[in-house]
């Protein structure tokens, strides 16, 4: 049996690094070495990561520090976790591979490297990106839809999780050649508060918020969608439109998303019920409910799963599918670590299945 992979998660402090922390910590085969802050932490001093996150307290005793590129590489971890701020993953994540040379994977939670086309950020994420070679090398971290070269990554892009509940839904049906340009693909998907991230905003507070949409026609992981899609299909042009409008649910965690595609003319609830066993029937992580057993949030917080439902009125061509996850551990840490399995080549569910027995405790 190999040593520990040695892993540092940065941005430690944040919904996803500490669920990432978590997860870590339980895993069979990984030594967590270090933790440390983001950019928006960097002057405060070191403490121990209990202290702000009490959930971690007896399960992750390191002192969370603040960000120092020396201090990480002393540490010689083989995976690095980057669960922080776009701008600060732009900058930081170039500097950890050059400084490695080939010794270090880098696994990126944020948007930094996701899209493959840099003059799509300055619009959607605020920032010029100076690293095209790396975004034309980074690889897209959905193991469903493409493992293998994961397998061999450097740089390793999680996806969204708003991108990662609506690709699993329709890439199946969109590879099978099943969906019409004939009409638009609308994705409404509602996310729990934690999806804001765990900086204070007022409309965020118990006594505010309430289920309302945001980012309509403007949400920044749109692009990530029509990304994935145009992969799915092998072609750029010629795709239907995509509509996505996110909301807001008042549930701290779960992405809930609801799907509505036209079909090609001849296509049968049998073409539909094929594509997604071709695709998933062998895939761990991706649970096919039987008809009218509709997927809901409170059967995927706190695990890696996630659970795809549909419905097709052939009369019309018109198909639903709705799609649960859980928007920290399939739409973040846990997607992040499924990737960090593939690549040192460990069993895909390391670390990972237990959760669901947390889960099923902490409802009863």
């Known amino acids: 049996m190999r040593t520990p992979i040695r892993a540092i998660v940065v941005g430690a402090s944040g919904y996803s690094g500490a669920e990432l922390v978590a997860l870590l910590c339980a895993h069979p085969c990984v030594e967590l070495a270090g933790v440390f802050g983001s950019s928006s932490r960097a002057m405060e001093p070191a403490r121990p990561l209990g202290d702000a996150v009490p959930a971690l307290r007896g399960i992750c005793d390191l002192e969370l520090r603040p960000w120092e590129a020396a201090r990480a590489a002393a540490l010689e971890p083989e995976v690095v976790f980057l669960a922080t701020p776009h701008e600060f993953s732009h900058e930081v994540a170039p500097e950890l591979l050059r400084d490695a040379g080939g010794r270090c994977t880098v696994i990126d939670l944020s948007a930094a490297f996701r899209l493959k086309d840099a003059a799509l950020y300055p619009r959607h994420y605020g920032f010029a990106h100076e690293h095209p070679d790396l975004l034309a090398a980074a690889v897209y971290g959905l193991p469903e839809l493409d493992r293998e070269p994961i397998a061999s990554a450097d740089l390793i892009a999680a996806p969204g999780c708003y991108p990662t509940g609506a690709l699993l839904a329709i890439a199946p049906i969109i590879r099978a050649g099943l969906v019409s340009n004939a009409g638009p693909i609308v ?5 729990g508060v934690s999806g804001a991230g765990r900086a204070l905003k007022q409309e965020m507070l118990f006594c505010e918020v309430g289920q309302r949409p945001y980012a309509v026609f403007s949400h920044r992981h749109q692009p990530e969608i029509r990304q994935g899609v145009a992969a799915s299909s092998g072609k750029g042009i010629g795709l239907p439109p995509i509509v996505f409008t996110p909301h807001v649910g008042p549930y701290p965690r779960g992405i809930l998303s609801t799907i509505h595609l036209t079909v090609a003319q001849q296509v049968r609830a049998d073409d539909i019920a094929g594509a997604y066993r071709e695709a998933f029937e062998r895939e761990v992580f991706v649970r096919l409910r039987r008809s009218g057993d509709w997927p809901s949030v409170n059967d995927v917080v706190h695990t890696n799963f996630c659970d795809i439902a549909w419905a097709v ?7 639903i599918v709705v799609s649960a996850i859980d928007n ?10 499924q990737c960090m399995n593939i690549r040192f ?6 670390g990972l299945l237990p959760a669901a027995s947390r889960a099923e405790g902490a409802r009863l």
């Open 187 to 191: 994705i409404d998907a509602t996310s």
């Open 313 to 319: 009125d052939e009369s019309i061509g018109h198909l």
């Open 328 to 337: 920290l551990v399939k739409g973040a840490a846990g997607q992040a670590l």
């Open 345 to 350: 080549g460990l069993p895909e569910t390391a």
